[in-house]
T-cell receptor, first 114, second 113 residues
Framework: AQSVTQPDIHITVSEGASLELRCNYS??????LFWYVQSPGQGLQLLLK??????LVQGIKGFEAEFKRSQSSFNLRKPSVHWSDAAEYFC????????????FGTGTRLQVFP | DAGVIQSPRHEVTEMGQEVTLRCKPI?????LFWYRQTMMRGLELLIY????????DSGMPEDRFSAKMPNASFSTLKIQPSEPRDSAVYFC???????????FGSGTRLTVV
C-alpha cells in the first residue's frame, strides 16, 4: 500500500531564509504527488502537483518541488520565506492508475520568525 | 465559483445528540470526499463518492457515522449519537478528477461536550 512520510513535524525559519520541507513516499509505480498548505482555521489549498514529465514543478506562492524517483522523495522548496508562509504543509500521494483516493502525510508545521 | 461550501463552521453539541454536517461541492466536480482532522490522528479519509455513489467508506469509524449524497450538489455527514471523541474538524473536498487535486472547504469544527 502506498504511504507518505513527512519526517519533520515542526520547522522554524527566519523570514528571508530558504526553505525545504521533506516528503518521502512509498509506492511501486510512478505516483501522483501533491503539496497542500493549510493556514490556521482554513481548509487545505493545493500548492502544486506532479504527474509526469519535468521533475521540477512550479506552484503558487513561489513554491517549487522536485520529484526524485531514486530517493522516493518530493521535497518542497522556497528560496525566500515570507512571514505569511507560516502554516501547515501536507504532502499527498495518489496511485498512477487510480488516484481517486489521496493519502496524506502527517504534515509539517512551519513557523517563521521576523 | 464560491468553492466548496461547508456548514456550519462551528458546532457545539452535547454527547448523545445527533449532528449533521453539510457540504456543497463545486459544480461539475464528480468526486466528493469527507475527511476528519485531529491532532492525534491527522487527516483521515472517512468516505468518498463518485457521481453521488459511495465508493469507499472504509474510513468511517463506526456505525454511528453515516454519509449521503442525494444529488450532485449536496452531501451530509451524520453522527448519531455523538461522543466527545468525535470532536474534530471535518473537511469536505471535491474534485473533477482526483488527479487534478482536491478543493477543500473551510471545514466544520465539531465539539462534543
Amino acid at each position: 500500500a502506498q504511504s507518505v512520510t513527512q519526517p519533520d513535524i515542526h520547522i522554524t525559519v527566519s523570514e528571508g531564509a530558504s526553505l525545504e520541507l521533506r516528503c518521502n513516499y512509498s509506492y511501486g509505480a510512478t505516483p501522483y504527488l501533491f503539496w497542500y498548505v493549510q493556514s490556521p482555521g482554513q481548509g487545505l489549498q493545493l500548492l502544486l502537483k506532479y504527474f509526469s514529465g519535468d521533475t521540477l514543478v512550479q506552484g503558487i506562492k513561489g513554491f517549487e518541488a522536485e520529484f526524485k524517483r531514486s530517493q522516493s522523495s518530493f521535497n518542497l522548496r522556497k528560496p525566500s520565506v515570507h512571514w505569511s508562509d507560516a502554516a501547515e504543509y501536507f504532502c499527498a500521494v495518489g496511485r498512477s492508475y487510480n488516484t481517486d483516493k489521496l493519502i496524506f502525510g502527517t504534515g509539517t508545521r512551519l513557523q517563521v520568525f521576523p | 465559483d464560491a468553492g466548496v461550501i461547508q456548514s456550519p463552521r462551528h458546532e457545539v453539541t452535547e454527547m448523545g445528540q445527533e449532528v449533521t454536517l453539510r457540504c456543497k461541492p463545486i459544480s461539475g466536480h464528480d468526486y466528493l470526499f469527507w475527511y476528519r482532522q485531529t491532532m492525534m490522528r491527522g487527516l483521515e479519509l472517512l468516505i468518498y463518492f463518485n457521481n453521488n455513489v459511495p465508493i469507499d467508506d472504509s474510513g468511517m469509524p463506526e456505525d454511528r457515522f453515516s454519509a449521503k449524497m442525494p444529488n450532485a450538489s449536496f452531501s451530509t455527514l451524520k453522527i448519531q449519537p455523538s461522543e466527545p471523541r468525535d470532536s474534530a474538524v471535518y473537511f469536505c473536498a471535491s474534485s473533477a478528477q482526483s488527479f487534478y487535486g482536491y478543493t477543500f472547504g473551510s471545514g466544520t469544527r465539531l465539539t462534543v461536550v
